[in-house]
């Protein structure tokens, strides 16, 4: 009696490389990242505690920390989930939500935000006025 195949997204097993050869590349790599990211973080501390600090550089910094972690969070997820041996559709049926949900708490922040900077402006119809309010002097004091 033979086998047949329904459908060929089903019909191969994965092929396992090497364990511990893999095991440690992805140590390294993950290693390396988070070296490189504390690197980072330690130079965003000491130019904010300088006298002039530096926004534009500060803001670079932080920028690829942020790439340098959604790269761990991706190498994470294709390896120790086993994402990145599936087929596209299953990738695509975890990834597509989850970018849908990052949308909706930008999307959230933002228009909460919104709604903070306009709740003392009777929604945008008279100016925001900050009022400088000044200590009251001593009077009669003597110099």
Known sequence: MSQHV???????????????????????????????EL??????????????PNTALVLAFKGLVCILTLAKAYYIVSVFMHLGSEVRNMIMT???PLCLFIWFIIAFLWDGSAWKNLRNTNAGSKQDTHEVVTPPTKQGAKD
């Open 6 to 36: 329904i459908s060929p997204e089903i019909s191969f097993a994965p092929e396992h490389a090497d364990g511990t050869k893999a095991i440690w590349r992805t140590f390294w790599l993950l290693s390396v990242l988070t070296i490189i």
């Open 39 to 52: 690197g980072l973080g330690l130079a965003i501390y000491n130019i904010h505690k300088g006298e002039h």
């Open 94 to 96: 975890i990834v597509v």
